[in-house]
């Protein structure tokens, strides 16, 4: 062994200091492009960019698809028709079964699949059947409800020649104007077309045909197309029909091409929304190149993307084809519901009626160009008018947001890893000592024995069960993860048991896939099989997970699938599943299938096993339309980076209008050390995430809140008692989102639909229907931010008071110590302000209501409230208040919004009686009226079980307007129940 010389000794200690110092500084890195496909190493969204280009560059351009006049149907709602392509260059066609459907909601549906060759079929020359079935099951996992057809659409009269009119929607006011040849929709809303099919003529079906043997050209990887100088050409390129390879993979494709191509264009729509997961602005940039656009387009692949990068179109984890569209005072969205591979263009165009204005009055449309590898064509179309109305629509067919139980809204603390049961113990002291509250810790991949789930390492995880057991003492709860890829080593009986059952994925050849993933040779569960979900619900019995407990949840990563030796980090295309479909045609639901698994096995496991009725708390990483009902998400490995911080803002915005609102992001950063004004911020950020988990890298120093020091450590407490105080205010967001879809966090467009200076601000948002405005410092140094201020209405500072009104914008200032939150007029916000370890432990705790007085003098809030654990509130278990203050009479009621029953049920009495001491212990009024100076009291009136009580007097405190900030006032203990009907009358 070589000695070292004192030369070396002190290089290896300047590399030491060198190495130490690095890490404190927190570079970003960005994500291996060539790891993950662009549209031209994408063959079928090269061909079809390609198409778009030949078809845009002519204006002779024909699509050529045309609906067979004699073909068409209308019955019960119902439209169905044939579709047909004529395939360039030949005489052949293709038939394309149509179906347009009207829903009493309002929504309309359009599909287009491709006609069969069934047995026994006579084949004729002119006309090709495919001889396979396009994808059709994605509705099976995405679509829940809202599927009623309309009885009250109806063919309308004074159609054109050409078309056929099916009036439809609330009064009939919407219309489907369906254009025969070339085949193309346009959707009105009385009377204006706001979005339109195939008006570009990019509609395109890719038709099954035989593969014809031709001699091998040698190709280069990802360059296999040559893209056509005309569509002609572009329909001939046959490059990547068959077999594609990338990245040292080779995708057999043995069904050839079958991708479909849609364009959609909105008219005078100058933004569009959704289309999560990924990295950049709320409102969608352009895709095809030019100064600050992009020149990819939004793909959606859910892929394991490494240190992703900020503001790009590349593919995340998780998949949401729901797009919305905005302009003044309207909303519009199309769900594109595919499976596949799927890429969104996006470009704009002006519109001017007069030639001579310089583009002055011009309007902006906005033309996307929606391409799917595979599958149907399957398109809802939502008129709106109003956010609400498109998101509600969306949310009525893919399910509400789950109702999550109360810890899983609270703080939870994460890292890679707590290595001990004893390191997780005490952590939990720390945050006690420091008087820091959590509800929830996490043990990632490491507490398992070698990466094999379902199993404790018995060296470093001895005693679960004790751990939980201290955890309980403080009503506290563990999440364990599991992950989809099963280790394939011998005396492992999950293995055993996923092989012997054959439910895990199949290769191309039809044998068990293997791959590599965290355990390195691994097997996947195949969630599409209902024997997998019957064989997983198994696995998470008490007796079988030994060393679980009540309160044990659980976290699905990796689900994408992601696999480090497959193409694009996850699972070759070719891969077959349950029922013989092909991994390309289910790939974006492969994450929701195993998250939905797992929540239905926890169910299972608590129902069967204890009787227990609880709600499951499962977090998924990868998700598609529909993850919602199951869980939360999260946006994976971020950075401790400020423009992370900052990303993190739009990207939980956009997650909350997609109908997928329990959303977090890993507060600190995954990868890296933030430092300690960064973990501040993020800490205050962090607790206006719907979903808010401290994580990260198990690279990176321990950074639990404690450790911070100050001022840091308090500061972050401070963000976290925030957040514990308006637990009332977050549940009840919740709660709607789970009864009509709307978004917790709301960007200025959903709030504000008419001011269109707003729509494209994704910086700032409302908490539910609170009033509350937040904007979280995410840059580095900042002492202030700058609000918008939409509305012509007053807007409070949360914690002083200060008074601001718009419209306009403000500046606040914002030292470390201070987040920029405002409390719009016109709101009534519920919180509890007592101290507390855990959310459990605040079940009973008092109420303070604080009443924001407006322009009009008024306001109003609601007040959700159950056990926060069970179902049992679908059994009527549950509070639910309105409050109303009324300037005119200065009075302050609260009226029941639950359904009064006569006879309500046995569980709605029991948790009515437990909640009869749970008090309103503070009224708050901010922006009190002048004329309330000199009262000393207010008159209290309650009524319990439907009797008046009597009044009584409460002490009311005034406080005087200090410059610049609003009057107050506040009545301590009204003596007044949080569950009974009262008023307060200030009069
Ligand atoms: C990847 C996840 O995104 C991350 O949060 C987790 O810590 C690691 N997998 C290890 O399980």
């Known amino acids: 062994m070589a000695v070292l010389g004192s030369d070396s000794r002190r290089w290896s200690g300047l590399l030491l200091i060198f190495v130490f110092l690095c890490s404190f500084i927190t570079p970003v890195v960005t994500v291996k492009h060539e790891n993950f496909k662009k549209c031209d190493q994408s063959g079928f969204c090269k061909r079809n960019r390609a198409y778009a280009d030949a078809a845009l560059s002519t204006s002779s351009w024909q699509a050529p ?12 709602g119902m439209l169905t028709g044939s579709v047909v392509k004529t395939i360039v260059n030949t005489a052949e066609t293709v038939r394309l079964p149509l179906t347009i459907a009207f829903y009493e909601s309002g929504t309309a549906r359009v599909t287009l699949d491709e006609e069969r060759r069934q047995k026994g079929d006579i084949v004729l020359r002119h006309d090709s059947k495919a001889k396979k079935q396009r994808y059709n099951e994605a509705e099976k996992w995405a679509i829940v409800g809202g599927t009623t057809l309309s009885q009250g659409a109806a063919t309308s009269k004074g159609a054109e020649k050409g078309t056929t009119n099916i009036s439809y929607g609330p009064a009939g006011t919407f219309e489907a104007v369906i254009r025969h040849s070339p085949f193309g929709i346009d959707f009105k809303r009385n009377g204006e077309t706001q979005i339109q099919f195939n008006n570009r003529g990019l509609l395109n079906v890719e038709h099954w045909r035989p593969k014809v043997e031709k001699p091998v050209e040698e190709k280069k990887e990802g360059e296999e197309a040559v893209v056509g100088e005309s569509a002609k050409d572009t329909e001939e390129d046959e490059g990547t029909w068959w077999d594609e390879s990338f ?20 008219p005078n729509y100058q933004h569009v929304f959704g289309v999560a997961e990924h990295a950049g602005p709320l409102s969608l940039k352009e895709t095809r190149g030019g100064d600050g656009k992009y020149s990819e387009p939004y793909r959606l692949y859910n892929s394991d993307v490494f240190e992703y990068e900020m503001d790009s179109p590349m593919t995340l984890y998780g998949a949401i084809p729901f797009m919305q569209a905005q302009k003044k005072d309207s909303t519009v969205g199309v769900f594109w519901l595919n499976a596949a591979e799927t890429w969104i263009d996006i470009t704009k165009s002006s519109s001017s009626t007069n030639p001579l204005s310089l583009g002055i009055g011009s309007k902006i449309t906005t033309n996307t160009h929606w391409i799917s590898e595979s599958g149907l064509l399957d398109v809802f179309i939502f008129l709106g008018p109003k956010p609400q109305d498109v998101v509600g629509a969306y949310t009525e067919l893919t399910g509400y947001t789950q109702l999550p139980q109360q810890f899983a809204i609270a703080y939870h603390q994460c890292r890679w890893n707590y290595v001990t049961d004893e390191d997780v113990r005490d952590v939990d002291r720390k945050f006690d000592k420091n008087r820091i509250p959590y509800d929830v810790i996490w043990l990632d991949i490491e507490y398992t024995e070698g990466k094999k789930y379902f199993t404790w390492d018995p060296d470093t995880f001895a005693n679960p069960l004790g751990m939980e057991k201290q955890l309980d003492e403080h009503e506290r709860k563990l999440v364990a993860i599991i992950d989809p890829h099963i280790k394939n080593e011998g005396n492992y009986p999950v293995v055993d048991e996923l092989k012997s059952k054959d439910l895990a994925v199949h290769n191309k050849d039809g044998n068990i896939y293997e791959g590599w993933c965290w355990p390195g040779s691994s097997h996947w569960v195949d969630c599409f099989n209902p024997a997998a979900h019957t064989w997983w619900k198994s696995l998470f019995r008490y007796d079988k997970f030994k060393g679980t407990a009540k309160n044990t949840w659980i976290w699905n990563d990796m689900n994408e699938p992601s696999v480090f030796n497959g193409p694009e980090t996850t699972m070759p295309k070719d891969n077959l599943h349950h029922g013989g479909w092909e991994h390309r045609d289910v790939h974006n639901i492969n994450g929701m299938t195993f998250q939905n698994a797992t929540y239905h096995a926890i169910l299972a496991r608590d129902k069967e096993e204890d009787k227990a009725n609880v709600r499951p708390f499962v977090l998924t990483r990868s998700f598609y339309s529909g993850s919602q009902r199951l869980g939360a998400m999260w946006t994976g490995d971020n950075q401790a980076a400020w423009p992370h911080l900052e990303a993190s803002i739009p990207m939980l915005l956009s997650m909350g209008i997609s109908g997928f609102p329990f959303a977090g992001a890993d507060v600190g950063g ?6 300690k004004e960064l973990l501040t911020r993020w800490y205050q950020a962090g607790a206006f995430y719907p979903f808010f988990r401290g994580h990260a890298h198990i690279d990176t120093r321990r950074r639990e809140p404690y450790l911070a020091g100050e001022p840091y450590t308090q500061i972050i407490t401070q963000a976290l ?15 709607e989102a789970h009864t009509n879809g709307a978004p917790i966090l709301r960007p200025n467009y959903y709030v504000h639909p008419g001011d269109e200076k707003g729509f494209a601000i994704d910086d700032q948002f409302y908490v ?11 840059t580095e140094g900042a002492d202030g931010v700058d609000i918008y201020l939409a509305d012509k209405e007053k807007y409070f500072d949360y914690f002083d008071y200060w008074m601001y009104e718009g419209p306009t914008t403000v500046s606040l200032a914002a030292s470390l110590d201070t987040i920029p939150l405002l409390m719009q007029g016109g709101h009534i916000i519920p919180r509890r302000d007592r101290p507390r370890r855990s959310s459990g432990l605040m079940r009973y705790d008092p109420f303070t209501l604080v009443v924001v007085i407006g322009n009009s003098g008024d306001a109003e809030g609601t007040l959700y409230l159950d056990d926060g654990e069970s179902f049992d509130y679908e059994e009527g278990a549950f509070i639910h208040r309105r409050f109303e203050y009324k300037s005119a009479t200065s009075t302050l009621m609260s009226e029941d919004l639950a359904a009064a029953s006569a006879s309500p049920s046995r569980k709605t009495k029991d948790y009515l009686k437990a909640m009869e001491k749970v008090r309103v212990e503070k009224v708050i009024v901010v922006g009190a009226p002048e004329s309330w100076k000199s009262k000393k009291e207010v008159e209290v009136s309650e009524e319990l079980a439907g009797k008046s009580s009597g009044t009584k007097s409460a002490e009311l405190e005034w406080h005087g307007k200090e410059e610049g900030k609003a009057a107050w006032a506040v009545v301590r203990d009204p003596g007044i129940q949080i569950g009974a009907g009262w008023k307060i009358s200030f009069a």
């Open 768 to 778: 539910g229907s609170t009033g509350l405005l937040a904007k979280p410092v995410t």
């Open 670 to 675: 995954f990868f890296g050390n933030p430092s």
């Open 721 to 735: 008692r925030l957040r514990y105080s308006l637990l009332p205010a977050w549940y009840t967001a919740f709660h």
């Open 247 to 266: 990245g040292g993979s080779t995708d057999s494709k043995p069904k050839g091409p079958e991708a479909v191509a849609l364009d959609i264009s909105f």
């Open 65 to 76: 698809y045309s609906l067979d006049p004699a073909s068409i149907k209308f019955d019960n």
